[in-house]
């Protein structure tokens, strides 16, 4: 009698950057269960992939864990799966990188275990045909995809079993389907029930299925520790899949290829597993698309639909979110730092391989898209990123600029808009300029504290803020829920977060409303395209950077459109981490104008705990960065961040009101929504008035202070007439 056969891979990561405790808990109730319960029953047998971010934190904390795990490979218990070693989306990044990435895994699983990878696992399990051009390029004989991603390739019906294979330009390339009833029980539901569901295959001309899926169901998610663990379902699974050895068989991808010809050839098109797809749309469009699939299930076409209904791909992501554009784009920036380097260096250097390691490292996946969980809403994923691109950029510019003061400028189109923005970098610092976009700084980065001060999440909405659609036949849709009554206090975001935000709020605007993104904007200037006069580095005189930039511009009030000129000029010296911006306002209309104008600025922190507010009036450490506030008529305000060892302070000509508020982010994580404090928002208030062809100017100026490491917090000028209200 034939025997049925059951084709398993598990797949464990946690991101760089991620917290460690995150990484204990994972070991201690995930991890080190699953693999010691693979021990106690040799005769399953199964694909494992971990991640290299993983694989290294298990080297320097839990390093018997692997040899456990040796022990298992060496008696081919277990195939090991290779991949892009710290997890990156492989088409997400340069094929050099990708490659690199790929045998940067392949040399490590050899090294450690003594085996070169047959299989690849992709990161999300998304597709693109571009991923089995790199796969087949490394080596790489196979990968694992969801069966909602072959579908659409017109395998529609019957429940895909075996392999496929796929093939780019000659190289051919095999294809495991993870059957989604399979994901969706294990382990979830009774071992009985999973047992008798493949049984009943017999017969049915499927051999074989494939389990493919996430290793933190076995113990990480939400409650499934107790139930995986503690109350003995993984035990009971293992025994089970043993003791019904007679007609069930469990093989690793690697064994299965080997025993089994393909089912044939398909070119399945870019995607993912469907919740993927639909994450990665903006928020109205995948709350019509869950209002079609709820109408297509009321019709009983849901799952006919749903095979040839394909939304959005990983790519998306980078529309759907500015910050995970915005990482994106200083990952390309240092890979082809990198890619000049290794062109044009004598010999690659120990040097030259860390900042390689750092750039491969913030090319993991994680910071750069968001579904359930947190993703590019968690801070720290985003900061750990940017250090690792930042120490790999400092070190290559060390290499190539010298030790001494210097500054270089470039004009690149980063973001894909066919408008260039302006690379300021100097030994000091790093400056993205977007004239298209507000004249307003994109990335301003602090080399001293490896950290890029900008990094501030813009609020968009999200389908889980939202009241979700109604079950079939459940009538009319809810209402908004509490969450999304929260949504609404914590506010959405009408324009991308940058630095030097020209905003022209209505004169009644209050703190609050500003906080919340609920005022009335009057200018068209926060988002409007600025036209370069002139830019570039100074060479004949201080070598300083130098930019002038200009808008004609209009201000809306009661229905009326009044005429606004800007001309805002940069200024970014060679020796010094400063900024420093000039504004020139005209009025260019017959009739007097009065107005509020508040150039803002959004800074990241660290972390909330350590960072305080400093200015007039106050000496040592003010309130804490989480507040909001208005210090009024002053002409400084400071951040002081503690664990960056970093005073960042503006000042403004002539003195202003100057508003200060956190931003504050609703999110799904583990836990359920919380609130997560993406930064802070700094704002200098002007109420100003201009007569018919008048002109004023003011200006402001941002100073980066590196703090000594054994220095306590700077006290603050001397007592004025400021006060926080």
């Known amino acids: 009698m034939s025997k049925t056969r059951l084709i398993i891979a598990i797949h464990c990561h946690q991101p760089a950057g991620n917290l460690e405790p995150v990484f204990v808990q994972a070991h201690d109730q995930c991890y080190a269960p699953f693999i010691r319960a693979l021990e106690r029953h040799p005769g399953v047998h199964l694909g494992l992939h971990l991640s290299g971010c993983l694989l290294e934190w298990l080297e320097q904390n839990r390093p018997e864990l692997l040899t456990e795990l040796a022990r298992l490979v060496e008696r081919r218990q277990v195939e090991l799966l290779g991949g892009g070693f710290y997890e990156p989306v492989l088409t997400a990044i340069p094929d050099g990188d990708a490659l690199g990435q790929l045998e940067l895994m392949q040399d490590y699983l050899q090294d450690r275990f003594g085996v070169t990878p047959r299989g690849g696992w992709l990161a999300e399990r998304a597709w693109e045909p571009g991923a089995g051009r790199l796969l087949g390029l490394a080596g790489l004989q196979y990968t694992l995809l969801d069966e909602e991603t072959?579908?659409?390739?017109?395998?529609?019906?019957?429940?895909?079993?075996?392999?496929?294979?796929?093939?780019?330009?000659?190289?051919?390339?095999?294809?495991?389907?993870?059957?989604?009833?399979?994901?969706?029980?294990?382990?979830?539901?009774?071992?009985?029930?999973?047992?008798?569901?493949?049984?009943?295959?017999?017969?049915?001309?499927?051999?074989?299925?494939?389990?493919?899926?996430?290793?933190?169901?076995?113990?990480?998610?939400?409650?499934?520790?107790?139930?995986?663990?503690?109350?003995?379902?993984?035990?009971?699974?293992?025994?089970?899949?043993?003791?019904?050895?007679?007609?069930?068989?469990?093989?690793?991808?690697g064994e299965a290829l080997d025993a089994e010809p393909p089912r044939g050839r398909i070119y399945p098109p870019a995607g993912a597993y469907p919740e993927l797809g639909a994450w990665s749309l903006p928020c109205e469009a995948a709350l019509r698309l869950a209002r079609l699939k709820q109408r297509a299930g009321e019709a009983g076409l849901e799952?006919?639909?749903?095979?040839?209904?394909?939304?959005?791909?990983?790519?998306?992501?980078?529309?759907?979110?500015?910050?995970?554009d915005r990482l994106r784009q200083k990952m390309l920036v240092v890979s082809r730092k990198l890619a000049t380097a290794r062109r044009e260096a004598a010999e690659w250097s120990e040097d030259h391989?860390?900042?390689?390691?750092?750039?491969?490292?913030?090319?993991?996946?994680?910071?750069?898209?968001?579904?359930?969980?947190g993703g590019v809403y968690l801070p720290h994923l985003r900061q750990a990123a940017y250090r690792d691109l930042l120490e790999a950029e400092c070190a290559l510019d060390r290499m190539s600029q010298g030790d001494g003061a210097w500054i270089a400028f470039d004009q690149l189109d980063l973001d894909a808009d066919r408008s260039d923005e302006a690379l300021v970098e100097s030994a000091e610092l790093n400056a993205y300029l977007a004239p298209q976009h507000g004249g307003s700084l994109t990335e301003l980065d602090h080399r001293a504290s490896l950290s890029n001060l900008l990094d501030v999440l813009t609020r968009r909405p999200e389908t889980y803020h939202r009241a979700e659609p109604a079950p079939a036949g459940a009538g009319p849709e809810p209402a908004a829920s509490d969450e999304a009554t929260l949504v609404g206090q914590l506010g959405e975001d009408a324009f991308p977060r940058r630095g030097f935000m020209d905003r022209f709020p209505a004169p009644a605007t209050q703190l609050e409303g500003l906080q919340r993104g609920s005022y009335q904007e009057e200018g068209d200037f926060v988002a409007g395209a600025y036209q370069v006069v002139r830019m570039g580095i100074d060479e004949e005189g201080d070598c300083d950077f130098k930019a002038e930039l200009a808008r004609a511009g209009r201000l809306t009030r009661d229905g009326r459109s009044l005429p606004l000129e800007i001309v805002k000029r940069y200024a970014i010296p060679v020796d010094r981490a400063e900024v420093r911006v000039g504004y020139t306002l005209r009025n260019p209309g017959p009739e007097p104008l009065a107005f509020v104008f508040c150039p803002e600025l959004n800074l990241g922190l660290s972390t909330p705990e350590a960072c305080s507010w400093e200015y007039d009036g106050v000496v040592g450490p003010g309130p804490r960065a989480a507040t909001a506030g208005e210090v009024q008529?002053?002409?400084?305000?400071?951040?002081?961040?503690?664990?960056?060892?970093?005073?960042?302070?503006?000042?403004?000509?002539?003195?202003?009101?100057?508003?200060?508020?956190?931003?504050?982010?609703?999110?799904?994580?583990?836990?359920?929504?919380?609130?997560?404090?993406?930064?802070?928002?700094?704002?200098?208030?002007?109420?100003?008035?201009?007569?018919?062809?008048?002109?004023?100017?003011?200006?402001?100026?941002?100073?980066?202070?590196?703090?000594?490491?054994?220095?306590?917090?700077?006290?603050?000028?001397?007592?004025?007439?400021?006060?926080?209200?």
């Open 150 to 253: 072959l579908r659409p390739a017109g395998l529609a019906g019957e429940r895909l079993s075996g392999y496929y294979t796929t093939e780019h330009a000659g190289k051919p390339l095999a294809i495991f389907p993870a059957d989604r009833a399979l994901r969706y029980q294990i382990p979830f539901r009774p071992v009985a029930e999973v047992l008798s569901g493949l049984r009943a295959l017999e017969g049915r001309g499927v051999p074989s299925l494939t389990y493919a899926d996430d290793g933190e169901k076995l113990g990480l998610w939400p409650g499934t520790h107790a139930w995986v663990h503690q109350q003995g379902w993984l035990e009971d699974f293992l025994a089970a899949l043993e003791e019904n050895a007679g007609w069930l068989e469990t093989a690793a991808p």
């Open 633 to 725: 008529g002053t002409r400084w305000i400071a951040l002081v961040d503690q664990h960056r060892r970093l005073r960042v302070r503006l000042e403004c000509s002539p003195a202003a009101s100057l508003w200060r508020h956190p931003v504050e982010s609703l999110t799904r994580t583990e836990s359920g929504l919380v609130r997560i404090l993406q930064g802070v928002a700094l704002a200098p208030r002007f109420e100003l008035a201009l007569g018919p062809g008048e002109e004023l100017e003011l200006s402001l100026r941002l100073e980066l202070q590196a703090l000594d490491q054994d220095a306590l917090v700077p006290v603050a000028g001397p007592a004025g007439a400021g006060a926080d209200a």
């Open 353 to 373: 391989e860390q900042a390689r390691l750092g750039l491969y490292r913030a090319q993991g996946h994680d910071a750069t898209w968001h579904g359930l969980f």
């Open 303 to 324: 799952d006919e639909l749903d095979v040839f209904l394909r939304p959005g791909g990983f790519a998306g992501f980078a529309a759907k979110y500015d910050a995970a």
